[in-house]
């Protein structure tokens, strides 16, 4: 069974840091291209960033280019993302999700995380 | 960016009716968008990729169609577990983009 389980969100405030982190079991995971997703209280999905199978290519939301980073460490099946001078529109659940097919770069997502809240308030 | 506006925002139907939805791109997006459903406090759920292939698993009940700019969910007949909130997705053009999402609802 896939499973996907983020970790380190919480409670920053304007300017501050964040790294969120996703372990992943149940498929192979260097294989996979990962994504970030968010979604504000009460609000849509919103995706975030993007890290292919073996971190080669990376894409992000304009609105987080230069803030946030993604990386992987397929050795400990583990996608991170790096949350930097956080901005109260931050404020979301992010999730992490898996590319339905391997060795596609954009693909649908066909497994989510449970989701991780980050709240950025002074 | 590619903009999926999707609707009605709400649909309003009891079970057994027929669900129909409708996400429509700025631009064309081929067949490259996905559907998704989610219920409160829980992740979203695949339900349809390429347009028109259900996921694994996905009752044969819903069904999409469409390509280049205009697309549609169907749910040939509600189910109480159907009400929910659904999204569309394009895969064609980075940033991947979402519709605003439609709730259906229990009239």
């Known amino acids: 069974e896939v499973q996907l389980l983020e970790s380190g969100g919480g409670l920053a405030q304007p300017g501050g840091s964040l790294r969120l982190s996703c372990t992943a079991s149940g498929f192979t995971f260097s294989a996979y291209s990962m994504s970030w997703v968010r979604q504000a209280p009460g609000k849509g999905l919103e995706w975030v960033s993007h890290?292919?199978?073996?971190?080669?290519?990376?894409y992000y939301l304009s609105a987080v280019e230069g803030r946030f980073t993604i990386s992987r460490d397929n050795s400990k099946n583990t996608l991170h993302l790096q949350m930097n001078s956080l901005r109260v529109d931050d404020t979301a659940i992010y999730y992490c999700?898996?590319?339905?097919?391997?060795?596609?770069?954009?693909?649908?997502?066909?497994?989510w995380g449970q989701g991780t809240m980050v709240t950025v308030s002074s | 960016e590619i903009v999926l506006t999707q609707s009605p925002a709400t649909l309003s139907l009891s079970p057994g009716e027929r669900a129909t939805l409708s996400c429509r791109a700025s631009q064309s997006v081929s067949n490259y968008l996905a559907w998704y459903q989610q219920k409160p406090g829980q992740a979203p759920r695949l339900l349809i990729n390429d347009a028109s292939n259900r996921a694994n698993g996905i009752p044969a009940r819903f069904s999409g169609s469409g390509s280049g700019a205009d697309f549609t969910l169907t749910i040939s007949s509600l189910e109480p577990e159907d009400f929910a909130i659904y999204y569309c997705q394009q895969r064609s053009n980075w940033p991947l983009t979402f519709g605003g999402g439609t709730k259906v609802e229990i009239k």
């Open positions: 890290i292919s199978a073996g971190g080669e290519t990376i």
């Open positions: 999700a898996k590319d339905q097919r391997r060795r596609l770069v954009g693909d649908a997502f066909n497994a």
